[in-house]
């Protein structure tokens, strides 16, 4: 089966033949996923830039992939064979604390991580303990389903290190708006009932979808220096009581924090985002933090229980995934570099399109629909297109 392989940091990214995973190999509660769709991250950047360097290659990368059970271990019900699944990417020990509490993402000794440590979801199989198969609806094609892996999932779980109140919140900020930020204007609108939020993004598509979505203000964050005041203003001179940071970089990070910051009294702060270097470490004096009783919290990945959440959400039309393009696996290449230069609105998915169960090799590039026209014209069936 084909590939993206990571092979060090700082090394080209590469599409590869590789063995597809042998039943046999299974142990008794695994099973194998046929992959159908699997979305790209801005993860997959941090690998090749350096920015992430777990010291675990080669692997395949990637962790937003659904597909079809294809095969199970002895402790699993044949009857699963033909389920259509989404991969949860964490396997934690099963022994410590965190494990015990359902919050495999910080287990200190994780058996596997998906894309991250152990072999991911850009490639036509992967294997994955019964458990992280979580079904999804038939109603979901399998192109809008993969971002819910990490894009859905990652805006749940961050609500909730947030400690979003729908009874005593008026206000949260996306900071950066893109995967994660657009389910997370839906989440907070739909799901918890915020009744003003805002959205800060540099790029004029990606501010249009936000209110599109629901958000209620909309803010340009090319000029990083005007942005607290722009939310201050927007706010009434009260700052927002929740801002998700999905950027990660000093000037955006600043804008958050200081007496004229856009946090808000009592605000909490979710980091999301990061970028690379000492240049973007994250400093702020402690004493507005302090007089304004303000709170700090980094939110990494999603629970197995996130997931399940973020699927019913999305099966149940609270949140829409928002699919830029998709395109064949061979042309990986394509999409990173689209979403380097924030040259997508929403995600960009992969697809391995078979036929009689095997993948097709050299599929020329399809750009199907991108976020912008999708209103316009009706969504194409991607399993009638690529089957």
């Known amino acids: 089966m084909e590939a993206v392989r990571y092979h060090g940091p700082n090394e080209a990214l590469t ?16 099973v194998i996923i046929r992959v159908e769709a699997s979305a790209l991250c801005h993860t997959e950047l941090h690998f090749a830039d350096g920015t992430l360097n777990l010291g675990v290659n080669p692997i395949t990368l990637g962790h937003e992939a659904v597909g079809v059970i294809s095969a199970v271990g002895s402790d699993v019900s044949p009857s699963r064979i033909g389920e259509r699944v989404i991969n949860y990417y964490y396997v934690g020990c099963a022994n410590c604390r965190w494990c015990n509490r359902g919050e495999e993402q910080l287990c200190p000794n994780l058996k596997a991580e998906h894309g991250f440590i152990s072999d991911g979801g ?42 979003v109140d729908s009874a005593n919140d008026d206000c949260a900020l996306v900071y950066g708006c893109n995967g994660v930020g657009f389910g997370l204007v839906q989440l907070l609108k ?26 209620d203000f909309v803010i340009d964050g090319t000029d990083t220096a005007s942005v607290a005041a722009a939310v201050r203003e927007k706010t009434g001179g009260e700052g927002v009581d929740v801002l998700f940071e999905c950027v990660g970089m000093r000037d955006t990070l600043d804008a958050c924090v200081g007496w004229a910051g856009a946090m808000g009294r009592r605000g909490r702060l979710v980091l999301v985002g990061y970028h690379q270097g000492d240049e973007h470490e994250f400093r702020c004096h402690p004493i507005p933090m302090i007089v304004n009783e303000q709170t700090v919290v980094g939110s990494v ?21 928002i699919v830029d393009s998709a395109i064949p696996l061979n042309e990986f290449q394509v999409g990173l570099d689209k979403i380097k230069s924030c040259d997508c609105v929403g995600k960009i998915v992969c697809l391995l399109p078979r036929r009689n169960n095997q993948i097709v090799k050299g599929l020329p590039t399809v750009i199907l629909f991108g976020a912008k026209e999708n209103k316009q014209s009706p969504k194409p069936s991607w399993s009638r297109i690529f089957s």
Do not use: W
């Open 15 to 30: 599409l590869e033949t590789i063995p597809i995973p042998s039943q046999a190999d299974l142990l008794p509660d695994e």
């Open 122 to 163: 850009l490639a036509g199989y992967i294997r994955t303990p019964s458990k992280n198969a979580v079904v999804i609806p038939d109603s979901l094609e399998f192109v809008d389903a993969a971002p819910i892996g990490c894009g859905v999932t990652t805006a749940v779980h961050s609500a909730k290190l947030g400690r």
């Open 190 to 215: 739909n799901v918890y009932g915020i009744k003003n939020v805002g959205v800060v993004a540099r790029s004029e598509a990606k501010r249009k979808m936000a209110i599109e979505l629901g958000a």
């Open 301 to 321: 990945g999603a629970t197995l229980d996130d997931l399940k959440e973020a699927v019913k959400y999305v099966g149940d039309g609270k949140i829409r995934t």
